[in-house]
């Protein structure tokens, strides 16, 4: 089942089912790709009708940010857990370590992609790393890119761990749907905090919905534009309507 938030699909899932989806597919050696969406990725999706096209032709959205958990709880869903990002890229790795399933990341620093895998094999150390990749801070050329596809394809990766940021995660794993044989989910922050050049916010703020402003204060240059613009008028566009409105 799914639940629309701003017409954005954010789907009914959990820890199990997502982990078992993408697995699944990565056996098949299907190409898929996985959403982790948070209020800033839906606030995104409502600016931009071709970006909200992009998340909805997803083959699964996961609910990763705690207001968007509450969301789907007020619209029925009253069981529903928050699948979150780091926690799930974690699992993912832990089940492929088990079945056999080369993995691959495309994203971050030089520096931070390097203390990624260093750490990913000592918390893993039956993982088979088959790609890695941090391009540059600048437009790939189409020979880049192409070189990009066939390093990806002929490495035997079966899942693919985008840390591009959205919405670029975003877009570049719907543009390679069918040139890549791989599951590709873009898990954002994911490779900062499993590297240890990003600090995570404590369980309690998590929570509570105050992540974000935990990341804000580390961060406030970079992202003010993420949560001082979108966070308010998610508020006025969904948390209020759906706190004046009657239970289902």
């Known amino acids: 089942m799914n639940s629309e ?9 959990s820890y199990i089912a997502a982990t078992t989806h993408v697995l699944g597919w990565a056996q098949m050696h299907e190409c898929h790709y996985v959403c982790v ?8 999706a409502y600016d931009s009708p071709d970006f909200r096209n992009v998340v909805n032709a997803a083959d699964l959205v996961i609910p990763d940010g705690m ?3 509450w969301t789907l709880r007020r619209l029925g869903a ?16 832990s089940a492929a370590a088990e079945k056999g399933i080369p993995v691959g990341f495309l994203g971050g620093t030089q520096e931070s992609i390097k203390l990624l895998v ?18 540059p801070f600048r437009p790939i ?3 880049e890119d192409e070189f990009i596809i066939k390093e990806i394809n002929n490495s035997g990766a079966g899942i693919l761990f985008v840390g591009l940021g959205c919405p670029k995660q975003e877009k570049w794993m719907a543009a390679h749907v069918g040139q890549v044989q791989v599951v590709m989910v873009g898990v954002g922050a994911a490779f900062d905090f499993i590297a240890g050049t990003k600090r995570q916010a404590p369980k309690w703020l998590q929570s509570i919905g105050l992540e ?13 534009r993420r ?20 239970s289902p």
């Not at 009253?78 to 993912?92: F, I, N």
């Not at 974000?212 to 003010?224: A, H, N, T």
């Not at 566009?237 to 706190?243: A, K, W, Y």
Request: overall charge positive; charged content about 20%.
């Open 5 to 13: 938030i701003l017409g954005t699909r954010i789907d009914r899932t």
């Open 37 to 44: 969406a948070n209020v800033h990725m839906v606030m995104e």
């Open 67 to 69: 207001p968007l958990v």
């Open 78 to 93: 009253a069981g529903q857990e928050r699948v979150y990002g780091p926690e799930l890229t974690l699992r993912l790795l």
């Open 118 to 135: 260093k750490n990913v094999h000592q918390r893993f150390p039956a993982v088979k790393i088959a790609y890695r990749y941090s391009p």
């Open 141 to 143: 050329s189409v020979d």
């Open 212 to 224: 974000w402003l935990f990341r804000f204060c580390q961060e406030p240059g970079r992202l003010w």
């Open 227 to 246: 949560y001082l613009y979108h966070n308010p008028r998610f508020i006025l566009l969904v948390v209020l309507p759906l706190l004046l409105r009657r």
